[in-house]
């Protein structure tokens, strides 16, 4: 097999990671779950699931990526060969594969929503409801911006994982971090700026019910790309002196400051325009802002025109770093195991995405009617891959790194042979073991008896 090729630098490490991380899940997903569930108290359990589960599931699928330097499947078959385990791998890599199938398609999305921002075709007083629906329910025009987008992925993609994930992860993520300052900037001076922060730092517990818990693990879950192999993948491409705890703290760190940046930038415009609603689902980006975005800079029509183009840059930037992620896994996988070029095997990934997402997309539109329990293909995609199977995966991660790998090998990952004093590796070790797989177990159940 050829030489693996590893990632070149720290930073490269930190920004491919957080690339992935800071997804759609981050500016379109975060604030509404926000605005839905009790401002600043889901803010705080978010955290608390970020750093005592999320961190903790992070550095165990880096332990298993980097330990074995190969592709997810063959990571768990390496250090469990024979035995059940192996289906922690298969999970990751199917998860990324559906996952990336509908991902793409909201992708393509974004690239149609800053293509339109910049030619102007959201600035005319217009029903932006019906203007998203008849695009996304349309059977070819999503799917023309999907394939677009994931030439570009592809792309990316083949160049490998130096010249193309982390060099590309190295221009992309401080071009996203700036427009999120120049944004954030921006909003300060809008009339529903305190308003808006108001809403998103007061915190409303009696919103909180198990639902609610439920909701901010699957979140972190997703926020953070745990149990999908792409953490892991990345990892088997980490060098032997990247120190994985404080890569996943500083990854988690970005992560969530970039979602809390992001309500900066929703409520304060959402709430300048009387009448609209903060927590309006997946429509609040492509519906709710459009709008927003209109009338909150209705006098300087300049500034308005602006802010939505950077904002669609900044989700369309964002989805592309991630998509590159879910790419990875399932090219790094056929590649190593299938024995096929590194191209051809990212050609495959890229043709059966595109051939699945179109499903996806149709089942926006004229497939909207064919349903299974009652979800179309597209939310039954979304439900099984994040509601259901993403926990499953992660607790199977907590146990195989908690009780079935060998204690000296995980201590050897986390410090790098000795090298690094980690002085948390017990407090690490106990969440792996106990707290993770327990608090994951707990609420998924309760998801199983309350709805
Ligand atoms: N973390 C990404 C987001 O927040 C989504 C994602 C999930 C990306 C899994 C890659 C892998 O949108």
Known sequence: MAQR?????????????????????????????????????????????????????????????????????????????????????????????????????VSGWTLHYTVASFLNQLSADQDYKAYFQSFVSSPWEPVVYAVVFMLMVHVIIVRGVQ???????????????????????????????????????????????????????????????????????YASYFGPNT?????????????????????????????????????EGPGLVFITLPHVFNIAFHNVPLLGYLFSGLFYVLLMLSALTSAISLHEPVTAYIHEEWHLSRNRSAWLVTIACILLGVVCSLSMGVWNDFRIFGLCIFDLFDFVSAKIILPLGGILICLFVGWRLDRQLVYNEVTNNGKLRVRLFRLYIFLVRWVAPLAIGIIFLNELFWR
């Open 5 to 105: 090729n590893n990632f070149g630098s720290k930073l490269g490490v930190v920004l491919a990671a957080a690339g992935s991380a800071v997804g759609l899940g981050n500016v379109w997903r975060f604030p509404t779950e926000v605005g839905n569930n009790g401002g600043a108290a889901f803010i705080l359990i978010y955290l608390f699931c970020v750093l005592f589960i999320g961190v903790p599931v992070m550095v165990s699928e880096f332990v298993i990526g980097r330990s074995t330097h190969a592709n997810t499947i063959t990571a768990f078959r390496r250090l469990a060969p024979g035995t059940w385990w192996r289906f922690g791998g298969i999970e990751g890599v199917f998860v990324a594969f559906f996952i990336f199938c509908y991902y793409i398609i």
């Open 163 to 233: 010249n193309g994930i982390e060099r590309f992860s190295k221009l992309m993520m401080p071009m996203l971090l700036l427009i999120i300052a120049v944004l954030v900037i921006c909003s300060f001076s809008m009339s529903g700026f305190v308003e808006g922060v108001t809403f998103l730092l007061q915190p409303d517990f009696s919103k909180v019910t198990p639902n609610v818990v439920l909701s901010a693990v699957g979140q972190a879950f997703y926020s953070l790309s745990l149990a999908m192999g792409c953490l892991c993948t």
């Open 243 to 279: 120190n994985l705890m404080k890569t996943a703290m500083s990854v988690s760190m970005i992560d969530t400051c970039v979602a809390v940046l992001c309500g900066f930038i929703i409520f304060p415009a959402v709430f300048s325009v009387p009448g609209v609603e903060p927590g």
